[in-house]
């Protein structure tokens, strides 16, 4: 379930053990840009990330962090991972005009790694800046940034997920 980041850092620093032992594999951090105010052209697009999922409520655009996490829904039928598009039948919904509706899919490694795969899409996805071949696996390291269309996101194992929560301030 997405939830925000300051959730994650609250149960961190006051169940960690307990926390640690619910943790996901691993985990999409979306940060929102800070704000600021802009003139568009008219004809411009703007491109605005509006909801986290189909089933929960809006949440972005109260300029907190949430928290993706990275797992198989069991509704989802695609057999070769997890998951990343702008449709509510995907494991990962980033619903946002620049990712296609089925943009990428995750695939976990026997020894705990992962791997991204772009499934074809218009606007590209990204590890570390540079664009991935459609179809062809790339390997990711803890806490690399990705991209899809314009949506960016650092992508977690758990285990340095938990270093990132242990350096932010608890409640």
């Given at each position: 379930?997405?939830?925000?980041?300051?959730?994650?850092?609250?149960?961190?620093?006051?169940?960690?053990?307990?926390?640690?032992?619910?943790?996901?594999?691993?985990?999409?951090?979306?940060?929102?840009?800070?704000?600021?105010?802009?003139?568009?052209?008219?004809?411009?697009?703007?491109?605005?990330?509006?909801?986290?999922?189909?089933?929960?409520?809006?949440?972005?655009?109260?300029?907190?962090?949430?928290v993706?996490?990275?797992?198989?829904?069991?509704?989802?039928?695609?057999?070769?991972?997890?998951?990343?598009?702008?449709?509510?039948?995907?494991?990962?919904?980033?619903?946002?005009?620049?990712?296609?509706?089925?943009?990428?899919?995750?695939?976990?490694?026997?020894?705990?790694?992962?791997?991204?795969?772009?499934?074809?899409?218009?606007?590209?996805?990204y590890?570390?800046?540079?664009?991935?071949?459609?179809?062809?696996?790339?390997?990711?390291?803890?806490?690399?940034?990705?991209?899809?269309?314009?949506?960016?996101?650092?992508?977690?194992?758990?285990?340095?997920f938990?270093?990132?929560?242990?350096r932010?301030?608890?409640?």
């Amino acid at each position: 379930m997405v939830e925000l980041l300051s959730l994650h850092i609250g149960r961190f620093h006051k169940e960690r053990a307990d926390y640690e032992r619910t943790l996901p594999p691993a985990v999409l951090v979306f940060m929102p840009p800070p704000v600021v105010a802009q003139v568009l052209d008219e004809r411009e697009e703007r491109h605005q990330f509006r909801t986290l999922t189909s089933v929960v409520t809006p949440m972005l655009g109260v300029g907190e962090p949430v928290v993706f996490p990275v797992t198989k829904n069991q509704e989802n039928a695609f057999g070769r991972g997890i998951t990343v598009g702008r449709t509510g039948n995907n494991d990962v919904v980033l619903d946002d005009g620049t990712v296609s509706r089925f943009h990428a899919w995750f695939q976990r490694e026997p020894d705990g790694g992962y791997l991204l795969t772009d499934a074809g899409s218009k606007n590209g996805s990204y590890v570390a800046g540079v664009r991935l071949v459609p179809r062809r696996a790339t390997a990711l390291a803890d806490g690399t940034r990705l991209r899809f269309g314009q949506v960016e996101l650092t992508f977690y194992l758990a285990s340095g997920f938990t270093k990132v929560l242990a350096r932010r301030p608890g409640p």
